[in-house]
């Protein structure tokens, strides 16, 4: 029977409810059916570039059929692929639904800086597990970076961090907020760093990240004695004055420590100081090279070398 003729005896069926029936019947029977006639054709074309068991044979069929060679692999051998009750097949997770292109360009750009973010963790990490005695093979192994990377890293090692004291960290946040009108327009970088680190480590401070005047329970020796986790449990417990908080963290650097925020911060610091504004790029390096010498050295650096920086 033609598709033309099964259409019109569907059609011709009165009971409204048992034309229904037919026809999800019928279209389940012309679906199984299309899609044996299908499956054997592309059985054929894998065979044709050499059978399933031969390198390549599934990526050969898919640039064949514009489609990729895992598509090929489920379609045909049905790893993954959808139920018959399934509205449709699915290949990969579906495309994400947008109002419009700008709200599509806006997430972009949002995942390029989360990307940009994650890298920038990447290089200092590997370098400081290298430096912690850690084999290069077991590196690859446990991040997939290749070894050509991993050596390249060691080879361009700018030395290792050390052990920084709590009470030097919040000071290096009071430190880059009283930097920040040495930089003139470009003070907000300072005052940027200096909140970052603090919701890093859990430090309440103002709006330009300078230290408050805040209760007697968030100061003094039994206060600096506390760890991060310990400050940061008793700052959201104790009120605040107006205009002070501890400012939100990204969840990455929270879970990096200040250190790692720092090391992240440094090479976010070091690519954007490539952009064509001189003043920008100095500004950048200034409050980067501060978080530096905190890192390496463990100390605030001195006045002097604060302007050298």
């Not at 999800?24 to 399933?52: F, K, M, N, W, Y």
């Not at 327009?185 to 709006?207: E, K, S, W």
Request: charged content about 25%; hydrophobic content about 40%; aromatic content about 4%.
């Amino acid at each position: 029977m033609s598709l033309e003729d099964q259409a019109a005896s569907l059609q011709a069926i009165s009971d409204p409810a048992a034309r229904a029936k037919a026809a999800a019947e019928a279209a389940r029977d012309a679906t199984a059916t299309l899609r044996s006639i299908e499956l054997a054709a592309i059985a054929d074309l894998v065979d044709a570039h050499g059978g399933p068991q031969k390198y390549g044979s599934f990526a050969a069929a898919g640039r064949e059929l514009g489609r990729s060679a895992e598509a090929v692999r489920k379609r045909l051998l049905g790893t993954g692929a959808a139920d018959e009750s399934a509205p449709y097949e699915q290949e990969g997770e579906p495309a994400r639904y947008f109002d419009s292109a700008e709200e599509a360009l806006d997430a972009l750009r949002d995942w390029h800086i989360h990307q940009t973010h994650n890298l920038a963790h990447r290089d200092p990490l590997v370098r400081g597990a290298l430096a912690a005695g850690l084999a290069p093979r077991l590196v690859r192994d446990t991040t997939g970076l290749s070894l050509d990377t991993i050596d390249r890293l060691e080879a361009t090692s700018a030395g290792t961090a050390v052990d920084v004291p709590d009470r030097v960290w919040e000071d290096t946040v009071y430190h880059l907020a009283a930097l920040a009108p040495e930089l003139g327009r470009y003070r907000a970088l300072a005052r940027g760093a200096a909140r970052d680190l603090a919701g890093v480590i859990g430090l309440p401070v103002d709006q330009e990240g300078r230290q408050p005047e805040t209760s007697e329970a968030l100061h003094g020796p039994e206060f600096a004695a506390l760890s991060p986790l310990e400050k940061a449990e008793r700052s959201m417990a104790t009120e605040l004055p107006g205009g002070v908080e501890i400012p939100v963290a990204d969840t990455q650097d929270v879970l990096s420590g200040p250190d790692g925020w720092a090391a992240a911060f440094c090479a976010e610091a070091e690519a954007a100081a490539g952009g064509e504004d001189p003043e920008l790029a100095a500004a950048t390096r200034h409050v980067a090279a501060v978080i530096r010498h905190v890192r390496v050295t463990g100390t605030l650096p001195t006045d002097e070398e604060t302007a050298r920086a």
